[in-house]
């Protein structure tokens, strides 16, 4: 379905979301991930750091002890010393290196010759051992009563290609014990240390001490694990689920040894620095957003605007208030717009007042001609029934008759000059019950003179009667006239215009159709306004008074007329109910 | 010192008694009163068996009310005072004492709390004792919570314990002290030059570092560091490398004739490790020392035949010198290898019946001077130890002290509900 957007408004929002936003939030979500991926790796690679070089102290330290060791025994090997010498030897070895508890020089049967202890040697020739240095093997690890990881080291002893002993050493890793408390990363980052067996012989967590006096397996350990099933030297890295809490573990191992250095981090620790920044980053992005989206808005509104306002302008003279003016001081091209609106309006008003001089000048002359032929037929009747009058050749009957006749266009001369002073002030409205077919009957008596000099043939149709209304019979008259008279000088002669009357429930309905020229339909709805005419002459004020009339009696007016087949104007009135004639005074 | 049983003491205008006032309402473990007579009955007999000379110098004891005893001399005696820190244990079996906590019924390893103890029933109420085969084993018991308070830890472990979140060590430095203790008749070290000479030959910081893990204090004789009469009084170090090789040359029938001489320990390493520092120490200056590990009661009985040229023992020192009176003065109860002589008789006699304090503290001068005239021992290091507690309890502790004194002070941390159960 096609998006249709109707407001420019929502077409600026959209354009700053994808020419700004859009790339704002790209940026803000490779950036993240580039910070998530780039923590990560710093701190896998900074703990592999950390583990490989525990890991190389810790070979060099047992390597190193290993060699005093050896050492030690070209020392007592060969060089002649008395057994005392041996036995100072070693007990001032045994205090000048304290990572061995105990030094025992053995015989070829396995029996102790000489040794750092003041009594009984307690250590034993290892059987288990396994080389760690050329020369030196090395028991498995334990931990000895002071929870110190302890080992064998034993060398094998030979003289001219021969057994000659062996010298043994109980060697107490106290030293890479410390070493591994040394190492913290973070607050809760620990390193620990795994046999070649799997059981713990190191831990930094003090907490997890315990698990070394335990002599826990650790072969379980995720981490553990995963070294383990490596199979080149690089170092192992994984996140895992231990204690139920997640951690960022690094395992390496010592080759020489077998032995494997873990590190370990809470990941909610190893990951908080860039927490911290990816949380910044977010409200950073989430700012200027909101920056963005405020001065789009803002500027956005600067923009629009003046669209607006023209729109609201354009409006407001469009509704007719042609005084509304717009005031655009952006400096760009709608201040230009803005005044070339403000000249435009000018214009129309300007426009409007030659019209409205215009068309007051046209209403002057229409008002000034439908004066002309409003009182020049009536004066004329005049003039002749005067002039005729005064002849003497005239009968006493057709005296009267002139007479009649002045009177009557004198009357409607009065009613003209009403006519004018009812539309500067209006008359008020005298109701009488009155009957229809009757007044209709004395209009067109009156108006068939007229409608023999049009060769219009004047009718009339009266419903059987009495048709009582409650009316005004002067007023109603007038409406009569000017619908006759207009139907007349509508129709072409030869045809003809008939006024009928009838009964239609509780109404009484007065038509006059003609069959005359017909009123355009776009003006239909116009032409009972004042000063408004289909005629050439004529004021116009006809139709708007007839209407105004018949509206002050509680009735109706339509207009029915079709261009070239003639029109029918219909009026409805209340019918009075004890139909009681009353004849108005007249 | 400070009054427990009692309230306090005044000391009469004759100068040769004290009345002692006790406290109201003490009770033995048993529901009976200790009152003044009880004491006066009690005491004597409990002196006699610990303080030996210094006995007779007790006159009498006697109620002088129903909680006051007057405490009568025959001469000025401030071992005796010091000795009345002695507690007051009903004689039977198993003695009857005041303390509070009382063995259980039934049980020679558990102890309730005493409910009746005169400052307040301990908030423990109840205190199992189980032995394990070694520290690392009752560490990993302590560490998974199954018990709540190791006894001591050597020097060795406490570094790598001292870390524990769980557990709280509580350092202190024992009353005892290492000392080379010389045997006065044997033939290699009967010479004063020699016992000299090995006293100065000793750099006694070098072995707290060396041999102790740094976890002691090197001692300066035979006095408890932090005794009152130190105070302005602290001898100087006997190390002096110049002096111990002029006294050894001296003992030397020929100029290069090495001294030998035998050290008996006992079957313990850290004993041992002491000892082999002290022999390498003692090489340096020319001395051979062998070094023979024997058992307890072998060492006893070598030590009573005075069949031995030295002795590495650690010594009961502190924090009176009642203490180290009872050790070096000869018939004293705990002088089981015959130590010291006529010259430190005089010397701890001159303190056993000294009438003032600075009378005492003049003693003490002499017996330090004497010590470094004529060392009947090398006074080596007082050792430090630590006790583990698990953090569910609050234990009330001051730097250096043992917390064995606030034991009836001891409660579950405030977060703690229930201390665990072995």
């Known amino acids: ?586 | 010192m400070q009054p427990s049983l009692a309230e306090g003491w005044t000391p009469q205008p004759d100068g040769r008694s004290v009345v002692v006032k006790l406290r109201p309402r003490i009770t033995f473990h048993d529901g009976s009163l200790l009152d003044s007579g009880v004491v006066a009955k009690i005491l004597p007999d409990s002196l006699k068996g610990s303080i030996g000379p210094v006995f007779t110098d007790l006159e009498r004891i006697r109620p002088t009310g129903e909680d006051t005893v007057e405490i009568t001399f025959r001469r000025p005696s401030p071992f005796l005072l010091e000795a009345l820190e002695s507690p007051i244990q009903r004689p039977g079996t198993p003695p009857v004492g005041t303390g509070p906590y009382v063995g259980a019924r039934g049980s020679m390893t558990a102890f309730d709390a005493n409910s009746g103890y005169y400052l307040g029933k301990p908030a423990i109420e109840h205190i199992e004792v189980t032995t394990y085969p070694s520290v690392r084993a009752a560490w990993a018991e302590l560490l998974r919570e199954r018990i709540d308070w190791l006894w001591e830890v050597g020097p060795d472990a406490v570094d790598s314990m001292t870390s524990s979140s769980s557990v709280a060590m509580f350092t202190y430095t024992r009353r005892y002290q290492f000392a080379l203790a010389f045997n006065p008749s044997a033939r290699a070290v009967r010479s004063r030059d020699v016992r000299s000479g090995l006293n100065a030959a000793i750099d006694r910081d070098r072995l707290v570092k060396n041999a102790l893990n740094g976890h002691g204090t090197a001692s300066v004789g035979m006095v408890w560091p932090q005794h009152w009469a130190l105070q302005n009084n602290r001898p100087k170090p006997a190390f002096n490398p110049k002096a111990a090789t002029e006294a050894l040359n001296r003992a030397r029938a020929k100029p290069n004739d090495r001294i030998q001489f035998t050290c008996l320990i006992s079957p313990d390493a850290l004993t041992e490790r002491v000892a082999l520092e002290v022999k390498r120490q003692l090489e340096g200056a020319g001395v051979d020392m062998s070094v023979e590990e024997l058992t307890q009661e072998q060492l006893l009985e070598r030590l009573g035949k005075q069949d031995y040229d030295a002795a590495l023992i650690e010594f009961i020192s502190g924090p009176t010198l009642l203490r180290p009176y009872q050790v070096w003065h000869s018939g004293a109860p705990f002088n089981w290898g015959h130590f010291g002589g006529p010259h430190i008789d005089k010397a701890l006699d001159a303190l056993r019946f000294s009438g003032s304090d600075a009378e005492y503290r003049t003693a003490v001068a002499g017996l330090n001077q004497i010590l470094a005239d004529d060392p009947p021992a090398v006074f080596l290091a007082w050792q430090e130890r630590a006790r583990a507690v698990s953090r569910r309890f609050s234990v009330p502790s001051e730097p250096g002290r043992d917390i064995l004194g606030t034991l009836r002070l001891w409660k579950p941390a405030a977060d703690t509900r229930q201390a665990s159960r072995n």
């Not at chain 1, 957007?5 to 580039?34: K, N």
């Not at chain 1, 106290?174 to 408390?181: C, G, L, N, T």
């Not at chain 1, 620790?269 to 808005?297: K, P």
């Open chain 1, 1 to 586: 379905m096609k998006l249709r957007i109707r407001h420019i408004a929502t077409r600026f929002a959209l354009l700053v979301g994808v020419a700004a936003v859009v790339p704002l939030l790209a940026y803000g979500a490779v950036s993240l991930l580039s910070l998530q991926r780039g923590t990560h790796d710093s701190i896998v690679t900074g703990n592999a750091n950390v583990a490989t070089r525990a890991a190389e102290e810790i070979r060099r330290y047992v390597v190193s002890n290993a060699a005093l060791l050896k050492a030690l025994s070209a020392d007592l090997q060969n060089t002649g010393l008395e057994r005392r010498q041996q036995d100072q030897i070693l007990k001032n070895y045994i205090l000048e290196f304290r990572e061995f508890r105990e030094i025992t020089l053995f015989d070829e049967a396995g029996a102790p010759v000489v040794s750092s202890r003041a009594g009984k040697p307690r250590i034993v020739i290892p059987k288990n051992a396994s080389p760690v240095v050329e020369g030196v093997e090395m028991s498995p690890i334990r931990v000895d009563e002071d929870l110190l990881p302890t080992a064998t080291f034993v060398i094998r002893l030979t003289r001219l290609n021969q057994g000659a002993g062996w010298l043994a050493g109980e060697f107490s890793l106290e030293e890479m014990w410390r070493m591994v408390d040394r190492i913290r990363i973070g607050e809760h980052g620990y390193a620990m240390v795994i046999a070649p067996g799997g059981e713990l012989i190191a831990h930094g967590d003090p907490d997890k001490k315990a698990l070394v006096a335990q002599a826990r397996t650790m072969t379980a350990h995720p981490l553990v694990a995963a070294i383990r099933e490596k199979h080149d030297e690089a170092p192992a890295s994984l996140e895992y689920t231990d204690d139920g809490r997640r951690n960022l573990g690094v395992a390496t191992r010592i080759p020489a040894l077998g032995w494997t250095v873990a590190v370990e981090q809470p990941t909610s620790e190893a990951y908080a620095n860039a927490t911290q920044l990816e949380r910044q980053l977010r409200i950073a992005i989430l700012a200027a957003l909101l920056v963005m989206v405020v001065v789009g808005y803002l500027f956005g509104r600067s923009f629009i605007n003046p669209i607006l306002e023209l729109k609201r302008a354009t409006r407001d003279v469009a509704a007719g208030r042609l005084s509304t003016r717009v005031d655009i001081t952006t400096g760009d091209e709608f201040t230009d717009l803005g005044e070339s609106f403000n000249t435009m309006a000018d214009r129309l008003v300007q426009l409007q007042e030659d019209v409205k001089r215009q068309e007051r000048h046209a209403m002057f002359g229409r008002v000034a001609a439908g004066i002309v032929h409003d009182l020049s037929h009536p004066i004329q009747n005049i003039g002749n029934s005067t002039r005729l009058l005064l002849r003497d050749d005239v009968d006493q009957e057709s005296r009267d008759m002139f007479r009649r006749t002045i009177e009557r266009e004198l009357t409607t001369l009065k009613r003209f000059m009403d006519d004018l002073r009812n539309v500067v002030k209006p008359k008020p409205i005298e109701r009488f019950a009155m009957e229809v077919n009757q007044s209709v009957t004395e209009i067109v008596e009156a108006m068939r003179p007229e409608g023999d000099r049009n060769g219009v043939l004047v009718e009339a149709r009266y419903a059987p009667g009495p048709l009582v209304i409650e009316g005004d019979r002067f007023a109603l008259g007038r409406v009569y006239r000017n619908l006759m008279s207009n139907a007349i000088q509508a129709t072409a002669p030869g045809g003809s215009v008939t006024i009928a009357t009838a009964r239609v429930g509780d109404h009484v309905e007065i038509s006059v159709t003609d069959t005359g020229s017909g009123i355009p339909a776009d003006r239909l709805s116009a032409i009972f306004d004042d000063f408004v005419t289909t005629k050439r002459r004529g004021l116009g004020l006809g139709l708007a008074i007839s209407k105004r009339i018949v509206e002050q009696l509680d009735g109706t007016i339509v207009v029915e007329s079709e261009v070239g087949r003639g029109t029918a104007f219909t009026l409805r009135f209340p019918a009075r109910v004890d139909r009681t004639v009353q004849v108005a005074a007249s």
